[in-house]
């Protein structure tokens, strides 16, 4: 059937900050004594909230992350964003054209969604509807914020696409019973690893050029129309 909502992750779909924010998160960890490698860190934290960050570190790193810690790269993840942060080449032009109604499901705090919306000019067309891992029980892979923002949106989560750009994220997407499109089109995407592991997550479709979106969507429907 038709998407009758689409559900937009923000970090690597709508604002290309993926890159920033593992850098900062790295920062963190040499902060708190540790050291892990870049491709690691995709590969263990990308797509999660910082609670479920923070218990991974804990758990597999043996690393003991402090609020002090958590503080200090909030700091400079806010510096990186005022600094450097660009919204993906084409949303802003897109998001007029979906047609339908959309929000952004995203596991930052609100604080950061709304920030990093702000200073990439996209906050006016995407509040109000701006839900974060913060307002669930469990950040994703599982499915409570997609299933949490379906339900404030009054759509039936079989109606809904998610714009996911990590395999946390799609299953999440696919754990709450959605369809689900994988961007590829961030300035980390090139990541040989990341690609693989974002190919073998078996999102619906894998594109890489916002300005796609809308008639990817509406493919969907052509092809609901002639079944």
């Known amino acids: 059937m038709a998407p009758e909502l689409v559900i937009f992750d923000c970090d690597g779909v709508l604002v290309d900050s993926e890159a920033l924010s593992i850098s900062a998160l790295l920062g963190m960890i040499e902060l708190a004594g ?30 003991e992350i402090t609020d002090q810690h958590l503080t200090a790269m909030r700091v400079d993840l806010m510096r990186k964003f005022r600094e450097e942060l660009k919204p993906i080449p084409g949303v802003r032009e897109m998001l ?12 930052g705090t609100p604080e950061r969604i709304r920030y ?8 006016a067309l995407m509040e109000p509807h701006l839900f974060s891992a913060a307002m669930v029980a469990r950040g994703k892979p599982a499915p409570d914020l997609f299933l949490h923002a379906a339900a404030t949106m009054r759509a039936d989560p079989r109606k809904c696409l998610v714009i996911e750009d990590s395999p946390a994220g799609i299953a999440a997407a696919r754990a709450a019973g959605m369809r689900v499109f994988a961007f590829a089109g961030g300035s980390h995407a090139g990541n040989p690893a990341l690609k693989a592991r974002l190919a073998s997550s078996e999102p619906d ?23």
Do not use: N, W
């Not at 990093?116 to 906050?123: I, N």
């Open 34 to 63: 540790g050291r892990i490698g870049e491709d690691a860190a995709y590969e263990h934290f990308l797509g999660k909230s910082m609670k479920s960050v923070r218990e991974i570190l804990g758990r597999d790193f043996g690393l």
């Open 96 to 107: 007029p054209r979906l047609g339908l109604p959309f929000c952004v499901a995203s596991s």
């Open 116 to 123: 990093a919306l702000d200073v990439t000019g996209l906050l």
């Open 205 to 227: 479709f894998i594109f890489a050029d916002m300005l796609q979106l809308p008639d990817l969507i509406a493919g969907l429907g052509a092809r609901v129309r002639a079944s």
